[in-house]
Structures are given as structure tokens and as C-alpha cells.
């Protein structure tokens, strides 16, 4: 009743928490209770009655192996008996034998009529002797056969062999021995055979470890199947590498630089574990050592051609970085196969060498894009300081895109020569060298793209094509200029060093692995001709900005030369003897303001770069004489025969060769070509103008008065035409001053009016003080 009133007391409050009676619960748990535990116990009475069967049955098992044992232990004794009742007949045999023996012995001394009775008593005893032999040799079969059926086969090839020592003829292939003697090789012969495939089957066995293995291998020897065991030896040793190779394999992508070096320790490794194996097994047999390499030179192919599938793609640097790790891994353990006597080198450079020039091409060609393909890159390339800090200074001066062009050069190759290894360097390096320099070279041909202004140049019409960036003003394309001086002259030898070092430091110590193997490929370069390579291309670089910067001077923006015949022809003043203030032409006044201007913003551009401002300003001096020179409407008009040619042209032609020639020895840049160049002119002119009349003798000075009134036009110019005294100039030779360009320094010319002067100064353009640069007056004494 309580527990009806508590039911209808939760329907009639459901908000409240029920609560079971004590009761209730006993009575549940106490029926489940009852419930698991006689499930338990028929359980456990069906487990009884299981191990009672199983007890029974294993007692009448075991009972059943003990008479098993008991009768094998009956059959042990009954073979034990019947080997004992066979040995005693042998021995009663072989006593029979031996009486037999004497008995013909006695009777072999008899006389004729014993003798006549002696001989069918011999044939018996001879059918005696050759039942006994071919019983014993029936048995020898029998027993080769028990231990071929119970696979004794180590015991059965020790029966044979001391069989085969005990009878040599066994083993010889005459026809001398007898039908029985042959029936009973041919069966030997084919047990042999037996052993052989049974052998054989071992050895392809999965499961045959390395000790079991040289068994076999011993047990073929001893057959006198010596080859077959080398066969299966170098397929032993084979499989291994595969398996070892393939359990590597699914690694390689984890390791991209170092799983070639990885590759080689393992195929190596195994090659020498191979031929020292061989050698203590098979021992110093040409046939087996004739094998041992083509098995490695196998071997070595398969591993280049396996390093190149599974290779990064070769346009990386971690594909270079994978040949050269694998090359200076591979070549090391060559060097240690030597030793041995297995020479591979010569091989394995043949096969690598396809392979590391194919990765050296491809990563050339992505430096080559990396460095010059500047539009849409944004990408940026680290430098150290020591790399970066020499090209920033150019920033300022110039386009941000020419900084960022060199820097990107300096990466791109710094990046490649990072990944070299001491041996690819020393076998490759001759070839990476020569790479550097072309690259270089077209990094020269982007500078000459972005330089403006007309050309003579035909080959250069190409180079208008896609320009990266531009460098109009000076300051930028001095700043161009410094770039590609900067690489040549310090970065690059930074970058290059140790390509250098590895080369220069093989040929101090004479490396034994060079020697021994053959000449590293395409490593023999002199240095200095690489660096005559490079400097070819900045050569080029640096004459296509003075053609253009020259051209530019000489021809009006209309195409008119202002470098013109006319300026020496038909002159009506005085001689230039007795012009108290004679000076050069006007172009020429013009060149030296130019050339003032160009140095002025040179010694800012490139601040710390003498060297090079000294080299450029020649340069520039030589190209307007140059063309002077190679200029035939210049001397068509002077050479026409209706030109009226008068003393005054011919001096100031001579004085404006003159003025040429110490405008480069003032600003302390001499060059024995400028001095040549100009001499021919003053000779050519000489002679035209001796052609139409005009005495040079009387009429053209000394050389004195020509050096003396140049160094005074250009005090006269550099104080702004003031008229100052012409002591500014200094007359005193000092050669210790002057800075030797790629041309030397002239020599003392001769006393002829065509000959220049060797007089020379220290100053220079960028150290003078030009406070009216940017506006150099222009006189004309004559025109």
C-alpha cells in the first residue's frame, strides 16, 4: 500500500524527486543476483566436463607417443644389429680376400703344370675382386643417397670429395678407365647434379641468411662449380643492395640535398663489402675479379641513372647541391676502392659528367632569369653587408632597378657557388668559371640596353628591346658604369673565392685522386684569362657608353656635326704664333667642360672608385680622336682639293690635338693610344695641308710653343677665361703621380711637328677647383 500511495503520490507531484523503498531494491538485485550466479555455475560445470575430455584425451596421446618412442628405440638397436652383422661380414670378406691373396701368391711361384692350373683360378679370383669393388661402390651410392634423402647435404659433399681424392680418376674425363669404373662416375655425376640443384634452391631461398649463404657457396666449391657460386654470390650481394635500396627510397623526398650521398655510401659500401668477400672466398682469381667490376660498373650506372629519377627538378639549387653532395661522396669512396684494387673512377666521371653539366646548365639558366628578368619580380634577394653595402651606395644615383639588377646578379651566382663541393669544383670548375662569365656577359648586354643616346654600332640595334630601366642623366649612368666595376673588382672575387681556392690548392698538393684516375674535366682555366673575359665585357659596356656619350657631343640633337672640317679651313686672322691669347677650338673648349662636368659628378657617383673614373674619362678622350681620326667627311672636306687651306688652320689643328693629348695628362690619365691616335691625325693633316702648299716648317712651331699655350688654355679655361697667369699648370714630370690605365704611360716623342709632348701633370679633373663648372666659358681666338 505504501508504495502504491508513493506511486500515485509521484504522479500527483511530478516536480517532486521519487523515492524507491529499501524493499524494492532487495527484492531486484537480490533476483538478478540469482539469476548470475547459476549462469556462472552451469558455466563452469560445462568447463569441467571440457577438461576432463581434454585430460583424457591427452593421456591417451601421450600414452600413444610413449610406444612410439619404444618402438623407435627398438628399431634404433635392430639397425644398430644389422650394421653390426653387416660390418662382420665385411670383415669375413675382406679375410677371405686376403687368404685368397696368399694362396695365389704361393702358387704364382709354382712351376709350368701349377701354372697351367692357375689360370681358371684366377679369372674366379678376378670376378671375386670386381664383385667386391662394385659392391662397395654400390654402397657408396646407397649411403650418398640416405644423406641426399635426409638433405645431409654438407655430409654427402664430404663423401664425394673424399671419394673423389681417394680415387683421381674419378674426376679425370679419359677413356681409358673401364665400363664399370664409367657407370659408376656417371651415377657419382648425377648425385653431384642433385647436390648442385638442391644448392642452388637453397640460395634463392628469402629467408637465407649471410652464414648459410657462404655454406652453399663452400659447398659449390667444393663440386667444382666455381663460377655458378660466384653467379650466385653477386646475385646475393645484389638483392641486398635492391632491398636497401628500396627500403631507402620512400625517403628521398624527406632528404632532398644529402639522399644522393645516401644512395652512393649504400652502393659503394656494398661494392667493397663484395670485392673483399670475394677475395677471402674465391681468392685472387682474375675470372672472379674480372666480374667483381663489371658487377660494380653495373651497379654505378644503375646509381646514376637512379640519383638523376629521383633528383630534385634540376632548375634548383637543391638539385645542384644533390649532384654535388653525390659526386664528393661517390669520388671519396672511388679513392677508397683503390686501395683495393678496383679502379672506377675513370667510370663513374664519365657518367656523372652529363649529369652535373645538364643540372649546371639549368641553374644558369634560372640565374640568368633570376638575375635579368626583372619585371614583375618582386621578390627579394638577401645579401650579406659585406656584399649588399658595396652596390647600395649606388642607390641614390640611380635607379633603384640597376642596384637591385647587381644585387640579384651577386645572388644568383653566390647561390650556385655555395652548392659546390671540393670535388666538383675540382673536376667542374674550369666549366662553372666559364658559365660565370657569360652570365656576367649578358648581365652586360641589360646595362648596355638601359644606357640611351644614338649608336654606330649595327650589332647593338637589338639591345633597344625590352629595357628594364633607363639611365639618361649622368649620374645614373656613371652609376651603371660603378655597378658593373663594383661586381668585376670586388664582389665577384669575394663570390668566386673559393671555386679559386679548391682549384689553386689541387694543384699545390698534386691530389692523389686526379692522378691515379684521369684529368679533371674542364677544370684547367688560368685565371687571368677569366679575368680577361670579364673584362672584355666590361670593356664593352664601358666603349658603348663613350660611343654614345662622344656621339652625342659631336652631333647636334638636328644631326650636324660640330666637329667640322669648316673650323680649319679658310681662316683670316694672324697666325696663332702672334695671338697673344690663342686657344683651342671651340668643340674642343666645349669637350674639356664636358669632361669637367663628367668628373665632377664621377667624384660623387663613384667616391672611392679613382681607378675607374681615370679609365673612363681616357676612354672618352681617346673615342673623340678616334673618331676624328676614322671621320672621312672630316678629311674628305680637308683633303678636297678646292678647299682653301691657309698656315693657321694647320696650328690650330695641331694646337687642339695637343690640347687633347694635356687635358689627359692634366687630369693624370695619359695613354700611349691617345698620343698615337693624335700623332697620326697631326701627321695626316701635316700632309694635306702640305699638299695644297703650305710649308710645315715655316709654318708650325715646336712642340714647346703647342705644349706651353695647351697647359695655358686650360688654366685659362679653368679660371674662367680671367687671363690669369699660366703658372697654375704645373710643368714639372713626375711619374710617381700618374695612375697607369690599361695603356701606358707615352713615351718622349720626337722633335718633328707631328711628334706630342710627354709633359705631365698630377692634377686631375676631379680634385681641381671649378667654381663655375656647370658653365664653362668658350672663347674662339680665331673663328
Known amino acids: 500500500m505504501k508504495m502504491v500511495e508513493s506511486s500515485e503520490e509521484e ?30 555455475c552451469f558455466e563452469l560445470l560445462d568447463l569441467k566436463d571440457a577438461v576432463e575430455n581434454l585430460c583424457s584425451n591427452t593421456r591417451t596421446k601421450y600414452l600413444a607417443f610413449l610406444r612410439l618412442s619404444d618402438e623407435v628405440v627398438e628399431m634404433k638397436h635392430e639397425l644398430n644389429d644389422l650394421q653390426k652383422h653387416i660390418s662382420s661380414h665385411g670383415i669375413l670378406i675382406q679375410d677371405l680376400m686376403s687368404g685368397v691373396s696368399r694362396e695365389l701368391e704361393e702358387w704364382s711361384g709354382a712351376g709350368g703344370d701349377v701354372s697351367e692350373a692357375e689360370d681358371p683360378l684366377t679369372n674366379e679370383t678376378d670376378g671375386i675382386f670386381s664383385t667386391e669393388v662394385e659392391d662397395r661402390r654400390m654402397l657408396f651410392l646407397e649411403h650418398v643417397d640416405v644423406l641426399l634423402a635426409e638433405h645431409k647435404i654438407e655430409e654427402a659433399i664430404d663423401a664425394i670429395d673424399t671419394e673423389e681424392r681417394t680415387y683421381p680418376e674419378l674426376k679425370g674425363a679419359g677413356d681409358s678407365t673401364t665400363d664399370e669404373s664409367s657407370s659408376f662416375k656417371s651415377a657419382l655425376s648425377k648425385r653431384k647434379a642433385m647436390l648442385e640443384n638442391q644448392l ?19 659447398s659449390l666449391l667444393k663440386l667444382g662449380k666455381g ?33 644522393s650521398a645516401t644512395l652512393s655510401n649504400l652502393v659503394f659500401s656494398m661494392i667493397s663489402l663484395a670485392n673483399k668477400d670475394s677475395g677471402q672466398m674465391f681468392g685472387d682469381n682474375p675470372l672472379y675479379s674480372n666480374k667483381i667490376v663489371q658487377w660494380a660498373e653495373w651497379e654505378i650506372e644503375s646509381l646514376v641513372r637512379l640519383v638523376k629519377e629521383n633528383a630534385p627538378p634540376s632548375e634548383t639549387s637543391s638539385a645542384l647541391r644533390a649532384a654535388s653532395v653525390f659526386v664528393q661522396a661517390s669520388l671519396n669512396h672511388c679513392s677508397e676502392l683503390e686501395k683495393q684494387d678496383l679502379k672506377l673512377t675513370k667510370l663513374l666521371l664519365v657518367l656523372l659528367q652529363p649529369y652535373v653539366e645538364e643540372v649546371l646548365e639549368l641553374n644558369f639558366r634560372r640565374a640568368r632569369k633570376l638575375a635579368l628578368d626583372l619585371v614583375g619580380t618582386d621578390e627579394s634577394m638577401p645579401l650579406s653587408p659585406r656584399l649588399a653595402s658595396p652596390l647600395s651606395t649606388f642607390a641614390t644615383s640611380s635607379d633603384r632597378l640597376l642596384v637591385d639588377c647587381g644585387m640579384r646578379f651577386i645572388f644568383a651566382v653566390k647561390e650556385i657557388a655555395e ?7 675540382l673536376h667542374f670548375g674550369g666549366n662553372i668559371l666559364t658559365r660565370i662569365s657569360e652570365l656576367f656577359d649578358k648581365y652586360v648586354e641589360v646595362l648596355i640596353k638601359s644606357l640611351t643616346g644614338a649608336t654606330e654600332d649595327d650589332n647593338l640595334t637589338d639591345l633597344k628591346e625590352h629595357v628594364p630601366f633607363n639611365a639618361e642623366t649622368d649620374s645614373q649612368q656613371l652609376a651603371l658604369l660603378g655597378t658593373a666595376f663594383t661586381i668585376v673588382e670586388e664582389l665577384l672575387p669575394m663570390v668566386v673565392s673559393r671555386i679559386w681556392n679548391a682549384l689553386g690548392e689541387s694543384k699545390e698538393s698534386g691530389d692523389g685522386l686526379t692522378e691515379n684516375a684521369m684529368t679533371p674535366i674542364n677544370s684547367s682555366i688560368d685565371p687571368r684569362e677569366w679575368r680577361r673575359q670579364l673584362q672584355q665585357s666590361l670593356d664593352k659596356l664601358r666603349d658603348h657608353f663613350c660611343r654614345q656619350y662622344v656621339l652625342s657631343f659631336i652631333y647636334s640633337r ?28 671651340l668643340p674642343f673648349q666645349a669637350l674639356f667642360g664636358k669632361l669637367q662636368q663628367l668628373a665632377a659628378v664621377a667624384g660623387d657617383v663613384l667616391l672611392g672608385k679613382e681607378k675607374i673614373q681615370k679609365v673612363l674619362l681616357a676612354r672618352l678622350t681617346e673615342t673623340v680622336v678616334m673618331w676624328l681620326s676614322n671621320e672621312e667627311e672630316f678629311w674628305g672636306v680637308l683633303e678636297n682639293e678646292s678647299a682653301p687651306l691657309r698656315p693657321v688652320g694647320l696650328q690650330q689643328l695641331i694646337l687642339d690635338m695637343h690640347f687633347t693629348v694635356e687635358i689627359a695628362r692634366f687630369a693624370g690619365y695619359p695613354s700611349r693610344h691617345l698620343n698615337k691616335v ?8 701635316v700632309k694635306a695641308f702640305a699638299a695644297r702648299g703650305v710649308d710645315p716648317q715655316s709654318s708650325v712651331p715646336e712642340d714647346e710653343w703647342f705644349v706651353e699655350t695647351a697647359k695655358g688654355a686650360i688654366n685659362k679655361l679653368l679660371m674662367g677665361g680671367s687671363g690669369s697667369d699660366v703658372s697654375e699648370v704645373d710643368d714639372e714630370e713626375d711619374d710617381e703621380h700618374h695612375i697607369i690605365m690599361d695603356d701606358e ?39
Open 678 to 685: 693624335s700623332s697620326d691625325i697631326i701627321a695626316r693633316a
Open 419 to 425: 652548392q659546390l663541393t671540393r670535388l666538383v669544383i
Open 227 to 259: 663460377p655458378l657460386a660466384h653467379q650466385i654470390f653477386l646475385k646475393s650481394y645484389g638483392s641486398r643492395l635492391q632491398r636497401s635500396i628500396e627500403d631507402f627510397l620512400a625517403l628521398c623526398p624527406c632528404y632532398p640535398e644529402t639522399y
Open 745 to 783: 704611360v707615352v713615351s718622349d716623342s720626337d722633335d718633328s711637328p707631328s711628334s706630342l709632348s710627354s709633359v705631365e701633370s698630377d692634377e686631375s679633373f676631379a680634385s681641381a677647383q671649378m667654381e663655375e663648372l656647370d658653365s664653362p666659358v668658350l672663347t674662339d681666338s680665331e673663328n
Open 558 to 585: 638636328d644631326g650636324e656635326t660640330r666637329l667640322e672640317a669648316q673650323i680649319y679651313i679658310g681662316g683670316k686672322g694672324k697666325d696663332l704664333l702672334w695671338n697673344s691669347d690663342p686657344l683651342p677650338s
Open 200 to 218: 642452388v634452391e637453397i640460395s634463392r631461398q628469402p629467408s637465407v641468411g649471410i652464414l648459410e649463404l657462404r655454406k652453399v657457396l663452400s
Open 11 to 40: 504522479d500527483d507531484f511530478p516536480s517532486m524527486e521519487s523515492v524507491t523503498p529499501q524493499s524494492k531494491i532487495d527484492t531486484v538485485y537480490q533476483s538478478k543476483t540469482e539469476k548470475g550466479i547459476r549462469k556462472i
